[in-house]
């Protein structure tokens, strides 16, 4: 075999060092073809030895060092040990030609110890986050569920299970940190006897003697009877010393523990949601080139990745058009149609407002017929009263989000700006609803903030109509996401099967209009939200609120994936998943904040009950952990409290100020970069638009020569 000659330059000629240009040239020139790009308009000259882009000594300087470079390329892949066995040498040079360059990479990987411990850990997390990606349950399901019914569908799944872990997450640390010591340190007590002689009355839960089955199932359904003294409830745990710390710790642990896994997934989403806002990144080849899995197989997962990419293209398609036609309004008809949105966030704040005084007036009513004796001697009226505020928050919460739904097109955003709006003013309904029926509960323990009333002038809480407060308050939570749960069962199997049935029964345009039903992703995604608010609301007061809960989002995400793929057809009209991925955590966010106020009002500023709960006997529940900290040795004491003066907080916020600043400070400068390389890839875009032109343009002008 004949052998190949190498790279020489000096046989193409040169003229003082660099290689002459060709002799013959056809066409327009290469500077003049450069002059005409349209990132040539922005070139500046950056000092008197740049050259512009239209020199000779450019063009030959920059010929020059194409072939350089090529001339390199074509070295490095004549010594790559791969192209070894295509030399043209005997089999002992070519093998030590081989180890030679072993040795050589050996000893050039030698010096690099901190660049290969680097390769190793990035190596190891990755082999760690895949490992946890494989345990995570219903994987597959998510999947088929979005590519037969899209992104957003699957989101609402993806959020249900992450609800799920929260809250086995939080049985488990609760009854690590509550139960369990409550039965280490002894068998719990029983109801306390009645006491006359008590200033704050007498307490007596649980039912005497035979209880009728049909009181029983009251029972069960209020959370009273004998569910208000057992586990489930705050009453029933014993004042000891050692488990009133452990129990406000837990509670703070369970906090932080949500608090730190919804800001990462909050993050996660936020990078999502970042990428795919980006004006300047491209919306739909990235999508059409490089969304594809090319390490699918199966007909089932690949049929599940085109419905998912046809549905990302569709909303991204839909989504464009709206912009278009919001580009091209006048004036007249932007002034119009702000018009239009100010009147109906009238229309929506005065529903809001109506709801709202509604949910109030129920909550007192409750409060002030559960005493008649009528309603005492009926069970089935006490059970109407018990849950008179659930039932009215339920009926707002079914009949409203509608009339949002109903708005919200005719306000002219895009759908997933429609979304927005449609979840924020669904997750007012339902939060800002759940604050004022605590606000109307407070307002019944401590009489309208006033300590001088005769119901609260002893023991500083309504201590006649709510003897153990605490214990009242972890009912009404019990109550609610019981019936939160009976709602969605009825709605499942009295409304959305029959439905289904009567489809298949009924042929012609009634079978066809029974049969559209899709599944909606705001609505469903608020039920969840809410849930999980009135869980973070009354798990202080019902410990074992978290793993009721668990139960609950079990059954209902099987329930809703059956419901799903047999009643539910595809949305007509998709949104944007990165969207959702971000925005759903937030509203959690949110959910988190608001349920914390309640619950630290309850700590710092409502005397705890003096016939049940750990606290009993305490001015506040927080006085706890001053005490037990005097408990300690007096270095820890000193090192405590030193940590609540002012001489620790003031240069802590003086640091977090100067990181915060810093922090922003930086994300200002990414922000610049990030905008500078989106300008030139924008032009670079512009240049190849514009040279393929051209390049149709010459070879036309050559087929016409």
Not at 280 to 296: K, P
Not at 389 to 409: D, Q, T
Request: aromatic letters at 10%; a positive charge.
């Amino acid at each position: 075999m004949e052998e190949r000659p190498p790279w020489d330059p000096e046989a193409w000629g040169s003229v003082e060092g660099r290689p002459a240009p060709r002799a013959a040239r056809t066409g327009p020139s290469l500077s003049s073809v450069l002059n005409e790009l349209p990132s040539a308009a922005t070139l500046r000259y950056r000092g008197p030895g740049v050259l512009p882009w239209g020199s000779e000594e450019a063009e030959d300087e920059e010929a020059w060092r194409s072939m350089q470079t090529s001339a390199d390329a074509a070295l490095q892949e004549q010594l790559e040990p791969g192209a070894s066995r295509e030399l043209p040498w005997p089999m002992p040079a070519r093998r030590a030609h081989r180890q030679r360059l072993a040795r050589d990479r050996v000893a050039q990987g030698a010096g690099s110890t901190g660049a290969q411990w680097t390769r190793l850990i990035r190596r190891s997390k990755e082999k760690v986050r895949e490992g946890l990606r494989s345990l995570q349950p219903w994987v597959w399901t998510l999947k088929r569920i979005g590519g037969q019914f899209g992104a957003g569908t699957e989101s609402y799944f993806s959020l249900l299970r992450f609800l799920l872990l929260l809250n086995v997450l939080a049985s488990v640390l609760t009854a690590c940190m509550v139960l369990l010591p409550t039965w280490l340190e002894g068998t719990p007590p029983g109801p306390p006897a009645p006491n006359a002689s008590s200033p704050c009355g007498s307490y007596n839960p649980g039912s005497h003697g035979l209880v009728p089955f049909a009181t029983e199932l009251f029972n069960l359904l209020s959370g009273e009877g004998f569910l208000e003294w057992s586990p489930l409830f705050y009453g029933f745990y014993p004042p000891r010393p050692h488990l009133a710390i452990t129990y406000l710790c837990a509670a703070f642990a369970v906090g932080l523990l949500y608090l730190l896994l919804i800001l990462h997934r909050s993050v996660s989403g936020l990078k999502q949601t970042l990428l795919a806002e980006s004006e300047a990144l491209t919306r739909y080849s990235h999508r059409v080139f490089s969304a594809w899995d090319f390490g699918l197989s199966g007909e089932v997962h690949v049929r599940l990745r085109q419905r998912l990419i046809l549905y990302e293209l569709q909303v991204e398609l839909e989504e464009a058009r709206v912009r278009r036609r919001a580009a091209v309004r006048t004036l007249g008809q932007q002034a119009r149609l702000w018009s239009v949105r100010l009147l109906l966030n009238l229309v929506v704040l005065a529903l809001l407002g109506a709801a709202f005084y509604g949910i109030y007036w129920a909550t007192g009513a409750t409060v002030g017929l559960q005493d008649k004796p009528l309603i005492q001697r009926t069970p089935v009226l006490k059970l109407v009263v018990d849950y008179l505020p659930s039932i009215f928050i339920s009926v707002v919460n079914f009949v409203l989000p509608p009339v949002f739904k109903l708005i919200a097109p005719l306000e002219g955003y895009t759908r997933s700006r429609q979304i927005v709006f449609i979840l924020l003013r669904t997750v007012s309904l339902r939060l800002v609803s759940l604050l004022v029926l605590l606000f109307s509960l407070w307002n019944e323990i401590t009489c309208g903030g006033d300590a001088e009333d005769e119901r609260c002038k002893t023991c500083g809480y309504n201590y006649k109509e709510l003897p153990c407060w605490e214990t009242r308050m972890g009912q009404e939570m019990y109550k609610l996401l019981l019936f939160d749960l009976l709602t969605g069962l009825a709605v499942i199997l009295l409304y959305q099967f029959p439905r289904k049935l009567l489809c298949g029964l009924c042929p012609g345009a009634l079978g066809r209009f029974a049969r559209t039903q899709e599944f909606q992703v705001p609505d469903e995604v608020l039920g969840l939200i809410y849930a999980q608010t009135v869980v973070w609301v009354g798990s202080f007061f019902c410990p074992l609120l978290p793993l009721l809960n668990s139960v609950k989002f079990l059954l209902l995400f099987y329930l809703k994936k059956i419901t799903l793929f047999s009643t539910c057809s595809p949305a007509s009209r998709t949104f944007r998943a990165s969207t959702v991925n971000f925005f759903f955590p937030l509203v959690l966010l949110l959910g988190l904040a608001i349920s914390a106020v309640p619950v630290l009002y309850s700590i710092f500023l409502i005397p705890p009950s003096k016939l049940c709960g750990p606290f009993r006997g305490q001015s506040s529940i927080w006085v706890v952990i001053p005490a037990s900290i005097r408990e300690l040795p007096q270095t820890a004491q000193n090192v405590l409290f030193f940590l609540g003066t002012q001489a620790f907080a003031v240069p802590l916020l003086l640091i977090s100020s100067i990181l915060m600043a810093y922090t922003v400070a930086l994300a200002n400068s990414y922000g610049r970069l990030i905008s500078e390389l989106k300008r030139q890839i924008q032009t670079e875009a512009q240049n190849k638009v514009f040279l393929a032109q051209r390049a149709v343009a010459l070879s036309s002008a050559d087929r016409t020569l």
